[in-house]
């Protein structure tokens, strides 16, 4: 069965300050990772996602995440927090080897970036 | 490019009424989903469509949740009646094939409030 673990319920950070909000899978193979951040009153947008390859990806608004394998972690990264970059950030799994489109999503994690 | 419509954007009901939500997928997706995101839960996926024929529903009520999107295009989630645990943000998001890589884009939901 597929799940997600989101470890913390809230990160706070000082602007200017690196940023990390965890997360960590369960697949039964191997997995498709994904972030969204979710403002508030608003849907769920995409960040980025892990596919294949390099295990850094680069995505939106100036976030990164390292899939690693050993760890079944994802964890989402950014080097300089921004106020705005406040909101609830999910992370969410596929099993690569489903012909199903679910994900599978964690709790989330609530943001704030502090001026 | 338009993102994924829904509406309403808010609804308010009684319990034992029925409610209806529109969703209106991004032009060219094949894939359109359905989530359910409960107060302080990650979305959960209650049906998938493939052009207009379902992947999946194991997760959707049948005993009072029903879906259809005919002409594989815009889709229509009803539930009656409803119940005082239907209370969420109902999601829409769509994808280009509905592969397990592909990214879900999703629509800004539906509140429900059952009194």
């Known amino acids: 069965a597929q799940s997600v673990a989101q470890p913390e319920d809230q990160v706070n950070v000082a602007e200017g300050n690196p940023l990390t909000v965890k997360c960590t899978y369960s697949v039964s193979g191997n997995p498709y990772l994904f972030w969204y951040v979710q403002y508030p009153n608003r849907g769920l947008q995409f960040l980025l996602k892990y596919i294949t390859g390099d295990n850094l990806v680069k995505g939106s608004y100036g976030f990164e995440a390292e899939f690693n394998k050993s760890q079944t972690s994802f964890h989402l990264k950014k080097p300089s927090a921004l106020v705005s970059d406040s909101a609830l950030y999910f992370c969410?799994?596929?099993?690569?080897?489903?012909?199903?489109?679910?994900?599978?999503f964690g709790r989330g994690t609530q943001l704030t970036v502090w001026p | 490019e338009a993102g994924v419509a829904q509406s309403p954007r808010y609804k308010i009901i009684e319990k034992r009424q029925s409610v209806a939500f529109w969703c209106n997928p991004i032009?060219?997706?094949?894939?359109l989903y359905w989530y359910q995101q409960i107060l302080g839960q990650g979305p959960k996926l209650l049906i998938q469509?493939?052009?207009?024929?379902?992947?999946?529903d194991s997760q959707l009520p049948k005993d009072r949740f029903s879906a259809e999107r005919l002409k594989g295009v815009d889709s229509t989630l009803k539930i009656q009646p409803a119940k005082l645990e239907d209370s969420a943000v109902y999601l829409c998001?769509?994808?280009?094939?509905?592969?397990?890589?592909?990214?879900?884009?999703f629509g800004p939901g539906t509140r429900l409030t059952v009194l």
């Open positions: 969410a799994v596929r099993d690569r080897g489903s012909t199903l489109g679910r994900l599978y």
């Open positions: 032009s060219g997706h094949a894939t």
């Open positions: 998001a769509s994808s280009f094939a509905g592969g397990p890589g592909d990214t879900q884009y």
């Open positions: 469509f493939q052009n207009n024929g379902v992947v999946d």
